[in-house]
């Protein structure tokens, strides 16, 4: 059954750092004179991706956090402003009208202004929650994958499941002596090949302390169990041939599943990360996440307001800058609000009333204050973050 239809400034496909940067950069924008936009995540994981797994080099030795030190600081934004994470799969996006619907595996509808794919590598669950303790990933430098998987064999036992693509071909001589004792899970038919795989992803690894199990889906939608000692990820295998994200949006990928650009072909839709094709890095990851925010505020700025925006000192205009020069629309009484949090957990019912249905006249009235402390109350939860608007 179809859930129901919400409506947003933009929908952010991922919640890895380049997700998480996009998303809190349509709140925060800017330090000064910024309007925020509306935004919600769709992860059926946790916030984080793979920033959840070990620590992470910024730029060199000295440049370093330990593990989680990262995520806690983008988390604390992401927390900060509130922002609304949906923790289900996008299964498709259609361009509907000036805008775009996306569908979740459990049936949700939400109609968007924008798109930013920040997809990654593929979906993550909990697999790092079992990191080190029955999870392995393809990391370090290919002469360590028989290092990995041999600790594997050693710390696990069988059946191993690896989870990997079409290219996960190219470790079969490491994984050729234990193929009697593999489960190979892959998201695509593979035909013609010597391994044998089952089409289907991970939603959940269970165990008590180490895998245990997995609980995988088909692509019928079933779910199935399987008992496993041992989850093998395969990242290099999808870092060369990475299956598509979702449904839908075909002409914006190109054959190797990748995007090439964070302003994409089609109007609307912005893609930051590892789906970019480009050295995988959490520092790239960021910045193209923080990019992919910009152009999007822009975009949405010139939808909804009919002008561009002043984003300077990230971006400069080649505009004549006069006595009377305003960042911002101005704010008039037929302006019509719209609150960025929940405000049946906020105390001041000015931000109840802030539901994009009523103009500031209309508030001023319910409230009896004048039109010029409304402004005022507006103005400072607009600086904030947690005001936007539908009209200025």
Request: glycine share 10%; with cysteine.
């Amino acid at each position: 059954m179809q859930g129901k239809i919400s409506s947003r400034d933009c929908v952010v496909i991922g919640a890895g750092p380049a997700g998480l940067s996009a998303a809190v950069r349509l709140r925060f924008v800017k330090r000064f004179n910024k309007i925020p936009m509306d935004v919600v995540v769709i992860d059926p994981g946790d916030p984080g991706g793979l920033l959840r797994m070990g620590e992470r080099v910024i730029i060199g030795p000295s440049f370093i956090y330990r593990k989680g030190e990262l995520l806690e600081l983008l988390l604390k934004d992401f927390h900060y402003y509130n922002i609304p994470h949906i923790r289900e799969k996008a299964i498709s996006i259609k361009k509907e009208g000036k805008g775009f619907a996306v569908l979740t595996e459990n049936g949700k509808r939400i109609k968007t202004h924008s798109i930013i794919i920040a997809a990654g590598m593929g979906v993550i669950h909990n697999e790092p929650d079992y990191y080190s303790r029955g999870v392995y990933i393809t990391s370090g430098g290919y002469e360590f994958f028989k290092e990995i998987i041999d600790g594997m064999v050693k710390e696990s036992k069988p059946p191993y499941t690896i989870v990997g693509s079409v290219k996960t071909e190219n470790i079969l001589p490491l994984l050729e002596p234990l193929m009697d004792k593999l489960f190979i899970l892959t998201p695509e038919t593979i035909k013609d090949s010597p391994l044998k795989t089952e089409q289907g992803e991970i939603v959940k690894i269970l165990g008590d302390g180490w895998v245990q199990g997995i609980k995988y889906r088909k692509p019928d939608g079933s779910l199935h169990f399987k008992k496993t000692g041992a989850v093998f990820l395969d990242y290099n295998g999808f870092a060369i041939s990475r299956p598509r994200p979702f449904n839908g949006l075909e002409n914006i990928f190109e054959q190797n599943g990748y995007i090439n650009s964070i302003e994409c072909r089609l109007k609307g839709v912005f893609a930051a990360g590892d789906i970019l094709g480009h050295p995988a890095s959490v520092t790239i990851a960021m910045a193209d996440g923080i990019n992919a925010g910009l152009f999007c505020y822009s975009y949405l700025f010139r939808l909804k307001f009919k002008k561009d925006p002043v984003l300077y000192a990230y971006l400069p205009h080649d505009i004549i800058i006069d006595h009377n020069f305003k960042d911002l629309p101005k704010i008039k009484e037929d302006s019509i609000p719209v609150a960025l949090l929940n405000p049946k957990k906020d105390r001041e019912r000015f931000l109840v009333l802030c539901n994009g249905k009523r103009d500031l006249k209309e508030i001023s009235s319910v409230l009896s204050l004048k039109l010029d402390e409304i402004k005022s109350k507006a103005i400072k939860y607009t600086q904030t973050g947690f005001l936007s608007w539908i009209r200025l």
